[in-house]
């Protein structure tokens, strides 16, 4: 297991951050959070972004701790991962739209999966512009968003219930949550994707 620990004040924007991560055929590797990314608005003009990029032969689980996006805040956050035939991933992003009272900021978050050079998945959420987090198109108002990604192999069955969803892909599942709270969210996450 390896534990990702950033600093307090990133990012901000202007900043980029990039992080690269190969699993080598029989490793397995749990990269996790130990606190909540937040977003703000930084001195230099520009949106932050942060890209991580996964070469994958044997298996990942990418759990970050919940990103909260600040008034302000205008923050992109992309995942890439090349996968081999073997390989399996578990990944979730939690979105929260701003801190307590707070307005958001703006973020996107986009997820592009390809399999053996064949795509599996990509998705796109752009969320904080207000009329559209409000409406049932967006995020109903709801101040949390979470997506889970399994790709083990396995093919769960499709499920939801209230403010959640759990479609099969190709070889696993994508699930969806929209929430009050991150506990809330992160439940739901953990029960619809076994294993």
Do not use: N
Not at 17 to 43: N, S, W
Not at 50 to 57: I, K, M, P
Not at 158 to 182: E, M, Q
Request: proline fraction near 6%; aromatic fraction near 2%; include cysteine.
């Amino acid at each position: 297991m390896v534990h990702l620990v950033s600093s307090a004040c990133a990012p901000l924007g202007g900043d980029e951050l990039v992080l690269d991560v190969r699993v080598g055929a029989g490793a397995t590797l749990r990269l996790a959070g130990v606190a909540a990314t937040v977003a703000l608005p930084g001195q230099h003009a520009g949106p932050s972004r942060t890209t991580v990029r996964v070469d994958l032969e044997g298996a990942l689980e990418y759990l970050p701790e919940p990103t909260v996006v600040t008034a302000r805040a205008d923050h992109t956050a992309v995942l890439t991962a090349d996968l081999s035939d073997r390989a399996s991933l578990r990944w979730r992003e939690i979105l929260v739209l701003g801190r307590s009272g707070e307005s958001p900021g703006r973020c996107r978050s986009g997820l592009s999966v390809r399999r053996a050079g064949r795509p599996v998945l990509r998705q796109q959420l752009d969320i904080g512009d207000r009329e559209l987090d409000a409406s049932p198109a967006g995020l109903a108002g709801k101040r949390v968003s979470g997506t889970g990604l399994l790709l083990d192999g396995s093919t769960p069955a499709a499920a939801g219930g209230p403010w959640w969803s759990r479609v099969p892909i190709d070889g696993g599942a994508l699930t969806t949550v929209l929430a009050d709270d991150v506990v809330s969210a992160l439940a739901v996450l953990t029960t619809s994707m076994p294993g």
